[in-house]
């Protein structure tokens, strides 16, 4: 389990074989630090395009704050998996992605 965990920073930035990212992606649900760490690295790739984007910031940083509730309550309930399916299932799915949304 301890070499999956290693893994976790290459799997954020979508660094990982096809093969390696789907051993991550099952192993992600069943590790709770791996699960509380994932949830700081999105966040801080959230601050990270509100600083590169500038002019943009506070839109993106109220649409950060209005899920923050929503986030501390995900982290509270240590639940990696319910996570993942939003990150993986959701609107902007696909980890390595680093698009700008639209109009933008």
């Not at 099952?26 to 590790?31: D, E, K, N």
């Not at 590169?52 to 986030?71: I, S, T």
């Amino acid at each position: 389990m301890i070499a999956d965990c290693a893994n976790l920073p290459s799997f954020v930035d979508g660094h990982l074989p096809p093969e390696e990212h789907e051993r991550f992606l099952s192993h992600l649900p069943g590790c709770e630090a791996c699960g509380v760490r994932f949830h700081d690295l999105l966040q801080l790739d959230v601050l990270g395009r509100l600083a590169m984007d500038g002019a943009d910031a506070p839109q993106e940083a109220a649409a950060v704050r209005m899920r923050r509730p929503h986030l501390r309550a995900l982290r509270k309930e240590h639940d990696p998996a319910r996570c993942m399916g939003e990150v993986t299932h959701g609107p902007r799915s696909g980890l390595a992605r680093r698009e700008r949304p639209p109009g933008h």
